[in-house]
Every structure is written in structure tokens, then in C-alpha cells.
């Protein structure tokens, strides 16, 4: 079974960057089209952003032209870079396959306040 380990997340102003990270075990993870998922409190988790085994991203309305997802599959990593944050972004942000496929990991907080 893969596990997913997120990092990066932090406490932001509005309107800063944050770049996470999220480094998978095992060795299937270039086979996996991949996607980073947020969830609020209270709220469903989200799909925010997916990147094809080929590398080609697509995104959430909500999040595009703010964040690009990229991956290294040398690394079995994929990260999420994240531009012009709003409070609105604010969540436990998660990656997984695009169905999604893994156990869930921990995930790592984005806090976006003044």
C-alpha cells in the first residue's frame, strides 16, 4: 500500500505563496494520474487540481491561474504552488490518485489570514 506524507502548509497572509509537497512510497506512483484535494471545516474534500502520468495539469475554477501542480516522478512527489492565497483557500490539503485510489494521509493545514 502507498502512503502519502503532505508538507509544506503554514500560516499566510492574503495574497502570499505556499508550496506543498507530497512524497508517495512504493513504486507505483508514475502509473497514477495525481491529484492535490482540499477540505475546510465542516465542509466535503474537495478536488483542486489533477496532473495526467504525462505531467498535463488541470484545475478547479476556483483555483485557476492561482496555483499550478506539477510532479517529479524521479522524486515519486507532487507538489502544489500556490499563488495569491485567500482566506476562502484556507483547508487541510491533501494529495492522492485522481479517483482517488491511496489510503489518505495526514494532510497539511493552510491557514490564509491577516
Known amino acids: 500500500q502507498v502512503q502519502l506524507v503532505e508538507s509544506g502548509g503554514g500560516l499566510v497572509q492574503p495574497g502570499g505563496s505556499l508550496r506543498l509537497s507530497c512524497a508517495a512510497s512504493?513504486?507505483?506512483?508514475?502509473?497514477?494520474?495525481m491529484g492535490w484535494y482540499r477540505q475546510a471545516p465542516g465542509k466535503q474534500r474537495d478536488l483542486v487540481a489533477t496532473i495526467t502520468r504525462g505531467g498535463a495539469p488541470a484545475y478547479a475554477d476556483s483555483v485557476k491561474g492561482r496555483f499550478t501542480i506539477s510532479r517529479d516522478n524521479a522524486k515519486n512527489t507532487v507538489y502544489l504552488q500556490m499563488n495569491s492565497l485567500k482566506p476562502e483557500d484556507m483547508a487541510v490539503y491533501y494529495c492522492?490518485?485522481?479517483?482517488?485510489?491511496?489510503?489518505w494521509g495526514q494532510g497539511t493545514q493552510v491557514t490564509v489570514s491577516s
Open positions: 512504493g513504486r507505483d506512483f508514475s502509473r497514477y494520474a
Open positions: 492522492n490518485t485522481n479517483r482517488p485510489t491511496w489510503d
